[in-house]
């Protein structure tokens, strides 16, 4: 069992930066990869970038260039920072812990509660 919380969101100006933090607690040996996924008004949720456990990254069309997604083992959080944002980043962001497969695809096991950023105009 895995537990995951998020923090970080908030409102911010277009063009301006917040880093969203995920913090890990419990343990689940199949994990092998993280990701942050959102949930946009309008729109179908989207994963936004996601790490595996090699330190390989992966990132939606949409963010590439402006976010970045690392972590720390030491201290079992994983990171967004996004920089440059746009009003069309305004979602709910989840911090997710699941597995991916060889095929490339990524299944998100664990979720956390989800922290909103609000990116204005």
């Known amino acids: 069992q895995v537990q995951l919380v998020e923090s970080g969101g908030g409102l911010v100006q277009a063009g301006g930066s917040l880093r969203l933090s995920c913090a890990a607690s419990?343990?689940?040996?199949?994990?092998?990869?993280m990701g942050w996924f959102r949930q946009a008004p309008g729109k179908q949720r989207e994963l936004v970038a996601q790490i595996t456990n090699g330190g390989i990254t992966n990132y939606a069309d949409s963010v590439k260039g402006r976010f970045t997604i690392f972590r720390d083992n030491a201290k079992n959080t994983v990171y967004l920072q996004m920089n440059s944002l746009k009003p069309g980043d305004t979602a709910v962001y989840y911090c997710t812990a699941g597995k991916v497969y060889y095929s490339g695809n990524y299944d998100p096991k664990y979720w956390g509660q989800g922290t909103q950023v609000t990116v204005s105009s």
């Open positions: 419990g343990s689940d040996f199949s994990i092998n990869a």
